[in-house]
T-cell receptor
Framework: GESVGLHLPTLSVQEGDNSIINCAYSNSASDYFIWYKQESGKGPQFIIDIRSNMDKRQGQRVTVLLNKTVKHLSLQIAATQPGDSAVYFCAETYTGNQFYFGTGTSLTVIP | NAGVTQTPKFQVLKTGQSMTLQCAQDMNHNSMYWYRQDPGMGLRLIYYSASEGTTDKGEVPNGYNVSRLNKREFSLRLESAAPSQTSVYFC????????????FGNGTRLTVT
């Protein structure tokens, strides 16, 4: 999973497999969480978000799970494709205006 | 739909030079942000503007100034660039109170020699 200030974690998966990327967030008061995808040379791209009153939210091929008890967030990508190769990171906010970002996990999809 | 547009895409400065990074959004968002991204670190907030006419410091404001020119535009100025400001700078916007996540531009890669 992600940790602030450490080497970027990496995850390699076979094309077609499911991927799970984890994130530990820091503040139990955080009430809004977002997953971003960042490809090389581009800005972060919104994938999916979830509010603290939910445990799970699904999008197209992606699911976010929120465990407030242990302050853990995960992103599941179904049937991972080569185009999913990127850095993924989570963001949390509790101030309403300031987001705090993890350092990210680098996902490599092996064809 | 352009979203968030940043200029320039690349810039090289000498120590002590000044420059302004430009950002514009066309999503009618109230809030705009400037972040920097350095290897091994998460995005760090430099300044933000919760609404037109207001600006506030973020986590790493030293050496930077900002101007919220109007609802669409939010600029970041380096008055006297230092090598420690070598980074990738991202502008973002959101309508947070309407439940909108941050939407980012594609960044400005700045090198200070």
């Amino acid at each position: 999973g992600e940790s602030v200030g450490l080497h970027l974690p990496t995850l390699s998966v076979q094309e077609g497999d499911n991927s799970i990327i984890n994130c530990a967030y820091s503040n139990s008061a955080s009430d809004y969480f977002i997953w971003y995808k960042q490809e090389s040379g581009k800005g972060p791209q919104f994938i999916i978000d979830i509010r603290s009153n939910m445990d799970k939210r699904q999008g197209q091929r992606v699911t976010v799970l929120l465990n407030k008890t242990v302050k853990h967030l995960s992103l599941q990508i179904a049937a991972t494709q080569p185009g999913d190769s990127a850095v993924y990171f989570c963001a949390e906010t509790y101030t309403g205006n300031q987001f705090y970002f993890g350092t990210g996990t680098s996902l490599t999809v092996i064809p | 739909n352009a979203g968030v547009t940043q200029t320039p895409k690349f810039q090289v400065l000498k120590t002590g030079q000044s420059m302004t990074l430009q950002c514009a959004q066309d999503m009618n968002h109230n809030s705009m942000y400037w972040y920097r991204q350095d290897p091994g670190m998460g995005l760090r907030l430099i300044y933000y503007s919760a609404s037109e006419g207001t600006t506030d410091k973020g986590e790493v404001p030293n050496g930077y100034n900002v101007s919220r020119l109007n609802k669409r535009e939010f600029s970041l100025r380096l008055e006297s660039a230092a090598p420690s400001q070598t980074s990738v700078y991202f502008c973002a916007s959101s309508d947070l109170f309407a439940g909108s996540p941050l939407h980012f531009g594609n960044g400005t890669r700045l090198t200070v020699t």
